[in-house]
């Protein structure tokens, strides 16, 4: 909890676009981690929303450009206007061009290798985890180039990581 003197970090609330109330709390937040050198801020949490827990995360990465790049991961949906728990939550995910191919590393923890599910369309990958599975997850991820192939696929210790030429 911040003393009475220092300000939030950024306010985390609900609403269209995600998770942060103001484009200017994320410049602010962007600002400060330049200011301190961080290249990533990261913020998770857990509460109680009706007989459901949910679970919420934010990461902030500034890219080499210097541009901060914003992902939400959990299991919190928005329907109506009102945030709503989803059965599956979203892994946080990581998208790296390199020499040629892509590297897509995701979190996926507490789940059993052979309950991921992963397929490619064009330039869409998706993760998903089998409805038998432990914790369920699901995400689609754009890529920025539409896939030849596969090239290798590993998960260990909670960590998938996807090659794609």
């Known amino acids: 909890m911040p003393s009475k003197k220092e300000k939030p970090v950024a306010d985390l609330t609900f609403g269209f676009g995600g998770i942060f109330k103001s484009i200017g709390d994320l410049m602010e937040l962007a600002n400060k981690m330049q200011q301190e050198g961080k290249e990533e801020f990261r913020k998770t949490g857990e509460f109680g929303l009706g007989k459901s827990k949910a679970m919420y995360g934010i990461n902030i990465r500034v890219g080499p450009e210097g541009k901060p790049k914003l992902e939400t ?56 985890t089998a409805k038998s599975a432990k914790s369920q997850y699901y995400k689609e991820i754009e890529l920025p180039k539409p896939v030849k192939k596969t090239l290798k696929v590993s998960y260990k210790n909670g960590i998938l990581e996807i090659i794609l030429k």
């Open 73 to 128: 991961f959990g299991n919190i949906g928005e329907k109506l206007g009102k945030p709503t728990i989803k059965k599956e939550r979203e892994p946080l995910t990581d998208v790296f061009q390199e020499k040629g191919n892509v590297r897509v590393v995701a979190e996926l923890p507490g789940v059993d290798e052979k309950d991921i599910a992963t397929s490619v369309k064009g330039n869409m990958l998706t993760i998903s």
